[in-house]
């Protein structure tokens, strides 16, 4: 057998076995796999710890929340318009005490929010219900329009008014609450 017929049989082999892993009909290159229909959603954010819910929310599930928009000046020292879901809309899916609810023993629960990379920052529940403040702590996922950064995201938590960004947490991926 010559070099060139060898050469053809093994293209033609290849792409036999392409058609057939990909299935009857469908191109081999190119081709993105579908995630197969039992296939659990990938989870975006976890809450657990000392809640009535533990949650793992997906963003599809992040999605579904209202959005808003908070502007705020940035670790650049530019002020930046970001979009997200309120960290108290997210931590009500939890089932947590909030406005009239949120009083007594509940008033010292905190939340621990949690980076990829390990690092927490921890907020009283107070500071995050609308009953308590007028501010929006922000769960976001866009900053002046355009999606987080790989840097960034695809969460970070956006505390407008505070001078120090200490509490801004990139790459969230759990929200834990606690108490004393």
Same mark, same amino acid.
Request: proline letters at 5%; a positive charge; hydrophobic letters at 40%.
């Given at each position: 057998?010559?070099?060139?017929?060898?050469?053809?049989?093994?293209?033609?082999?290849?792409?036999?076995?392409?058609?057939?892993?990909?299935?009857?009909?469908? =191109?081999?290159?190119?081709?993105? $796999?579908?995630?197969?229909?039992?296939?659990?959603?990938?989870?975006?954010?976890?809450?657990?710890?000392?809640?009535?819910?533990?949650?793992?929310?997906?963003?599809? !599930?992040?999605?579904?929340?209202?959005?808003?928009?908070?502007?705020?000046?940035?670790?650049?020292?530019? *002020?930046?318009?970001? *979009?997200?879901?309120?960290?108290?809309?997210?931590?009500?899916? =939890?089932?947590?005490?909030?406005?009239?609810?949120?009083?007594?023993?509940?008033?010292?629960?905190?939340?621990?929010?949690?980076?990829?990379?390990?690092? @927490?920052?921890?907020?009283?529940?107070? *500071?995050?219900? $609308?009953?308590?403040? !007028? &501010?929006?702590?922000?769960?976001?996922?866009? &900053?002046?329009? @355009?999606?987080?950064? =790989? &840097?960034?995201? $695809?969460? @970070?938590?956006?505390?407008?008014?505070?001078?120090?960004?200490?509490?801004?947490?990139?790459?969230?991926?759990?929200? &834990?609450?606690?108490?004393?």
């Amino acid at each position: 057998m010559n070099r060139s017929r060898s050469s053809r049989l093994v293209l033609a082999l290849a792409l036999a076995i392409g058609v057939v892993a990909t299935g009857a009909g469908q =191109a081999a290159i190119g081709q993105v $796999p579908t995630p197969a229909k039992d296939a659990k959603p990938t989870v975006a954010l976890r809450v657990h710890g000392e809640v009535a819910k533990s949650l793992e929310l997906t963003a599809a !599930d992040l999605a579904g929340l209202k959005r808003q928009t908070v502007t705020a000046r940035a670790h650049d020292n530019r *002020e930046s318009r970001y *979009e997200g879901v309120s960290l108290h809309d997210v931590l009500q899916k =939890a089932v947590l005490p909030a406005g009239k609810d949120l009083r007594g023993k509940a008033v010292s629960l905190y939340l621990i929010v949690e980076a990829a990379d390990g690092y @927490q920052a921890l907020f009283a529940l107070p *500071e995050l219900d $609308p009953a308590y403040t !007028d &501010r929006t702590i922000l769960l976001a996922d866009r &900053r002046d329009g @355009q999606p987080l950064t =790989a &840097r960034e995201g $695809p969460y @970070q938590i956006i505390v407008p008014g505070e001078k120090r960004h200490s509490r801004w947490v990139r790459q969230v991926v759990g929200l &834990r609450i606690g108490k004393d």
